[in-house]
């Protein structure tokens, strides 16, 4: 690193392209998506980054950019640990396109005060052309936490256009009584007022998933006159799970309608929405893994980004789903594609290509007279996930077996309106599997099987069901 507060290295050396639908530097730990702009025809993905080991610490802001979502490039790392507000490191924040030109990022600096503690305030750094060298803000920290507040965190800043200012929304939570947004104000994305509470714990009726002592990561996603806040559960430092909240904006504070998961699946955190995508909304997040530590620095890596997530508002804005972006089902790649399998209670197995290829597979099932069809995903002979449809309790099942590695076995849950029919994308590729529904609920899974002799089981319990039609597409 040549200098601590700007980065000058040279901005191709070493590098290679990484062709790969999950984004991840070839070495190191990454934890949470930030910054993700699309600006200048290209989308930029940084993250949470640990260059040197595949241990989360020393929190640098990695950067990957793509110019079709489906293939990424690496590039040289963006923001580094300094020797100011940031001296531990360079969390958790977003980037916005600057009206006259370049980009600034802002991100949450940390410094070391106690065993689990940190300083952390609100620091920026600017860009411009291809990201890849950026500026610290000689005024950092540009917000340090509300005083007098027992605050359990101060975290992860978000800005959004609002009318002729900026708003900011930042993560907190109060001791002893839960999450907080604070929200900030801007006329010049350079100097900030404090403009009150954005939500509180106390003013979300959630009687499914539990909100926790910390919010973390906050994210207002708005499109077609609707919206939503994102955010990821933290709780006595355990990362819980995600949720959406929909509801709306009045007078600077959000006023919540309903509470969702946001991805039921084991292996999901810190999702985050980019910005420069006009009234579309793209979503990333973190699949963190599901091995042992010592599994994940015998690798020499740990962690990945999700594949991208078209966010759309349904039910006159009530449900936020998430899809497989346009982006993916229109790559060029090989396919093939069956119809009108008859589904019984004797397996039928559809092989899948034995290349290591990210797979987008579209399946659509009619229920007929079962009660119950499974999907096996199997490699060398062995299942390492199974998805099964429970039509009459509206449920998908998703369960993956524990193993030497150290991943934790389980199932979880997805609810599924439709009892006669069900589609789904499966987004296949190495260690993840990306489950979509056709009613916007997604389930994000790390499972470690071989990569030989991949094949999709599928059986069905109580009387015949159809394989309407399966897709199974090479994207890279
Ligand atoms: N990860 C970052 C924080 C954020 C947390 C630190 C969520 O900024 O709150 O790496 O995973």
Same mark, same amino acid.
């Given at each position: ?64 950019? @793509?110019? #079709? =979502?489906? +293939? $990424? ?5 963006? !923001?580094?640990?300094? %020797? ?101 104000? @801007?006329? #010049? =994305?350079? +100097? $900030? ?5 954005? !939500?509180?714990?106390? %003013? ?273």
């Amino acid at each position: 690193m040549s200098s601590p507060d700007s980065l000058t290295q040279d901005a191709t050396e070493g590098l290679t392209a990484h062709g790969t639908l999950h984004p991840r530097p070839r070495r190191g730990w990454i934890n949470d998506p930030n910054g993700l702009i699309q600006f200048e025809g290209s989308y930029h993905v940084f993250f949470q980054h640990n260059p040197e080991s595949a241990e989360w610490g020393a929190i640098h802001w990695g950067h990957m950019v @793509s110019s #079709d =979502l489906v +293939a $990424w490039d690496e590039r040289p790392i963006a !923001l580094a640990p300094g %020797d100011g507000p940031d001296a531990d490191g360079c969390w958790s924040g977003c980037a916005i396109e600057e009206p006259n030109g370049g980009v600034v990022a802002f991100y949450t600096g940390v410094c070391v005060t106690g065993e689990k503690e940190w300083r952390q305030t609100v620091c920026a750094a600017r860009s411009q052309g291809d990201l890849d060298i950026w500026v610290k803000e000689p005024a950092n920290p540009l917000i340090e936490a509300p005083e007098g507040l027992d605050l359990v965190g101060f975290r992860d800043p978000f800005v959004w256009q609002d009318g002729d200012r900026w708003s900011m929304i930042v993560g907190s939570g109060i001791r002893g009584v839960g999450g907080r947004i604070f929200r900030y104000e @801007s006329a #010049d =994305l350079t +100097a $900030w007022t404090y403009a009150g509470e954005f !939500l509180r714990s106390e %003013d979300v009726d959630s009687p499914g998933p539990w909100l926790g002592t910390m919010w973390e990561c906050p994210q207002l996603v708005r499109r077609d006159g609707h919206e939503a806040v994102l955010l990821s559960i933290h709780d006595e430092h355990r990362l819980l799970h995600t949720v959406v909240i929909t509801g709306r904006t009045e007078a600077g504070r959000f006023v919540p309608n309903g509470v969702e998961v946001l991805d039921y699946g084991h292996n999901f955190y810190a999702p985050a929405v980019a910005t420069g995508t006009g009234n579309r909304q793209l979503g990333w997040g973190w699949a963190p893994e599901a091995r042992s530590p010592e599994a994940q620095v015998n690798e020499g890596w740990s962690g990945l980004l999700t594949a991208p997530r078209e966010l759309q508002f349904a039910a006159g804005g009530v449900r936020l789903i998430q899809s497989v972006p346009e982006e993916l089902r229109r790559a060029p790649g090989t396919s093939s594609s069956q119809e009108n399998l008859a589904i019984s209670n004797a397996p039928r197995s559809v092989p899948l290509t034995d290349a290591d290829s990210a797979l987008m597979v579209t399946v659509r099932l009619e229920a007929g007279r079962s009660s119950q069809v499974e999907l096996r995903l199997e490699s060398d002979g062995v299942t390492y996930l199974t998805i099964a449809w429970d039509r009459y309790k509206r449920l998908l099942l998703v369960a993956r077996p524990s193993t030497e590695e150290g991943t934790e076995g389980g199932a979880i849950a997805l609810p599924v309106d439709d009892t006669e029919a069900i589609e789904l994308d499966l987004l296949i590729d190495g260690t993840i599997v990306e489950l979509f529904t056709s009613e916007g609920r997604v389930s994000t899974d790390r499972v470690y099987p071989p990569l030989h002799r991949r094949q999709l089981t599928f059986t069905s319990l109580g009387g015949e069901a159809t394989l309407t039609s399966i897709v199974i597409r090479e994207l890279s």
